[in-house]
């Protein structure tokens, strides 16, 4: 799942940030696959996303609530979301784990914590991809406060510009760090932005103002 492989930060602000995708393939086992990642949607909602979404539908930061997330689930379904602590998406792969509906998983964190739950779970992991860092003229990104917001989005659809702004309006008094976290994150579709990491983010980067 390389959009959500870029995410920028230290170690510690990537700490509690995880992402899942669980995702049928076309033609190989798509039929019959929407009921399928119904009950992965029901799994996902029980355990407690940071965020959750779809390209159908717009994300809970939008406004949508998981049952209009679940009405859009078309014929070739993908549940996407983002959770906020390592015991989280384990207890969200446990109990797809168990399901074995022979759909597509993939998890992204930090890969010690990764590699640790599989073991745990007994589980194999097919492949592994892991980011090379940013390569090219470097000096005209934005700055690195400015990417790890940008980043948590990877079909790039988070302006640097609607973060800066976000970062005054918190300094100003307009928003609160929550607020300003769900602004930045609502253009993101698919839900894997994650909205806590933001918050504590935005805290970080305005305090003593």
Not at 54 to 74: E, M, P, R, V
Request: with cysteine.
């Amino acid at each position: 799942m390389t959009h959500s492989l870029h995410r920028r930060g230290t170690p510690e602000s990537l700490k509690n940030d995880y992402v899942l995708l669980v995702t049928a393939a076309t033609n190989i086992n798509h039929q019959g696959a929407r009921e399928k990642l119904l009950k992965v949607l029901d799994i996902v909602w029980d355990v407690g996303p940071a965020n959750i979404g779809s390209y159908d539908a717009g994300t809970i930061l939008a406004g949508y609530d998981i049952g209009d997330i679940k009405a859009a689930l078309n014929e070739v379904p993908r549940v996407r979301c983002s959770f906020s602590s390592q015991a989280k998406i384990k207890e969200a792969v446990r109990r797809i784990h168990a399901l074995k509906l022979g759909m597509s998983v993939t998890v992204e964190g930090p890969t010690e914590d990764i590699e640790e739950m599989c073991r745990e779970m007994g589980i194999q992991p097919h492949s592994v991809n892991l980011s090379l860092d940013i390569w090219g003229k470097r000096e005209e990104l934005p700055k690195e406060e400015i990417l790890e917001f940008t980043t948590m989005c990877g079909h790039g659809l988070i302006s640097p510009y609607l973060v800066e702004k976000a970062i005054a309006e918190v300094r100003q008094g307009r928003k609160t760090p929550r607020q300003a976290a769900a602004m930045i994150g609502k253009p993101c579709v698919c839900g894997i932005f994650n909205p806590d990491r933001a918050e504590d983010l935005l805290a970080k980067y305005t305090s003593g103002c």
